[in-house]
């Protein structure tokens, strides 16, 4: 499979999108994996994102990635309105990771000069076709140079640095030209540049003239303002007098309207006051209405409060004395039954065959051991756990319900060590594997759990794990 990029966002690359013959997407996001056919993306992708994305391109068997050359690159950052040393500073940077990236995989990373068909369009298709390319190449036309791509020829010549990475680059490239630099019509360009000097005298003199032309309305206007000035210098001695007395009925004017205007402002103001007294007065009338209504109710939810009040009392001490009764008659009970029971187990222990198991008893202690009461009290831990389910074990473990072992016993001896589950909300595998301290210690992981692991905040199983 191959795939087709460019580094380089210029016009150039719009006219191999439309000679390639191939499959073109949009953007390199939107690649499939693993690809069914060759690729061309047509968004151009800078180098670094290209470094970036290395891995994931492994799938492809042949990448071919477009640059341009220092000369082009500088001519384009030019216009742009950036200074040429800053743009082969920024050229440089690009092609040295570029070089980089085609270094560690040279047999299927290839690079193509995306403007050697303004060059030579035929010898480019043709070396393009046997590399497994597919162009048309009637969308090329061919671009006469420019002098600014001779000035940026020059300046790459004259700077070693950059020279030294264009040979690099080239070496590197597929051969689509027979020489590294560009040949230039020296007589067309010059040609140009007369051309172009004409015009620029013709527009220096059309402007000397325009400069003129303004210059002579400017004093014109000048002079017309002069009078202006003058005239109405003459006017405003005359009418300073009239001007005068105009301001001053303008004030007395002024003044009686300011008057006039405040007092129909009182007379809104007193009629607004008047409807919001009877507003108000109606509003208090329908409280105090409403206030004597709540006051009724609330003497009379008063007095069904103190009758519940005295019911609820004489209803509790009934129950009481009703419950102490019971609590007697049960109490009673039980110290009869115990009593019973004591004297009956003290004839047990003074009967001759207790006494003769003795020996028996003491053996059977000692083959248990010391952990036995250990055991009992972990069984007790376990059955009063929600984490130990005794009907899910004794279903889900055949064995143990055959062999009428008790569960809690069976899995603080041998379930845990043999991998079972105590119930689907712990997991002793997870918990050992996922706590290494809890594993080293021996200790049996649903007793540390309850024990200590609950309250330090560790998970019972994988699936209790908080989301982040």
Request: hydrophobic share 40%.
């Amino acid at each position: 499979m191959k795939l087709i990029i460019s580094v380089a966002s210029v016009p150039a690359w719009k006219d191999w999108v439309c000679a390639i013959n191939i499959n073109t997407i949009d953007s390199i996001d939107v690649v499939e994996f693993p690809p069914k056919t060759d690729m061309l993306v047509e968004d151009p992708i800078d180098v670094f994102s290209l470094d970036s994305r290395l891995d994931e391109l492994n799938v492809f068997d042949e990448v071919f990635v477009f640059y341009q050359t220092a000369e082009y690159f500088i001519v384009n950052t030019l216009k742009s309105g950036s200074d040429i040393e800053k743009a082969s500073r920024l050229w440089s940077k690009e092609i040295k990771q570029l070089l980089d990236i085609q270094r560690l995989q040279r047999h299927r990373i290839k690079l193509v000069d995306i403007h050697s068909p303004y060059e030579d369009l035929e010898k480019t298709r043709s070396i393009l076709v046997n590399q497994g390319l597919k162009i048309s190449g009637a969308e090329f036309l061919k671009k006469g140079n420019s002098y600014e791509l001779l000035l940026a020829s020059q300046y790459v010549s004259q700077c070693q640095y950059i020279s030294d990475m264009s040979s690099m680059v080239y070496a590197c490239s597929i051969p689509v030209r027979d020489d590294m630099g560009y040949s230039f019509n020296i007589s067309a360009l010059f040609d140009n540049l007369r051309l172009k000097s004409q015009k620029v005298i013709l527009l220096e003199e059309q402007i000397s003239c325009l400069q003129k032309e303004a210059e002579r309305h400017f004093f014109q206007s000048k002079r017309q303002a002069e009078t202006w000035r003058r005239n109405h210098e003459a006017f405003k001695l005359v009418d300073e007098r009239w001007v005068k007395r105009l301001e001053n009925k303008e004030n007395e004017i002024c003044k009686l309207d300011a008057k006039l205007k405040e007092s129909y402002s009182y007379k809104r103001q007193l009629t607004k006051v008047e409807s919001e007294k009877a507003i108000l007065l109606e509003q208090l009338q329908l409280v105090q209405e409403e206030l004597e209504s709540y006051f009724i109710r609330f003497n009379s939810l008063e007095q069904q409060r103190d009758r519940l009040h005295l019911l609820k009392e004489a209803n509790d001490s009934k129950n009481l004395r009703h419950e102490i009764k019971q609590l007697k008659s049960k109490l009673a009970a039980t110290a009869f039954q115990l009593s019973m029971q004591s004297k009956e187990m003290d004839s047990v222990k003074s009967s001759f065959v207790w006494k003769g198991f003795a020996p028996i008893r003491m053996v059977k202690k000692a083959l248990r051991g010391d952990g036995y009461e250990n055991i009992l009290s972990d069984c007790a831990l376990l059955l009063t756990s929600e984490y130990f389910d005794v009907q899910w074990y004794l279903e889900a473990y055949k064995d143990v319900a055959e062999a009428g072992i008790n569960p809690a016993e069976h899995y603080i001896k041998y379930g845990a060590s043999e991998g079972r589950y105590p119930s689907l909300k712990f997991d002793g595998n997870w918990y050992l594997s996922h706590y290494p301290d809890v594993a080293n210690s021996g200790m049996n992981p649903l007793i540390h759990f309850i024990k200590f692991g609950q309250a330090e905040g560790r998970q019972p199983s994988l699936l209790r794990l908080p989301r982040s």
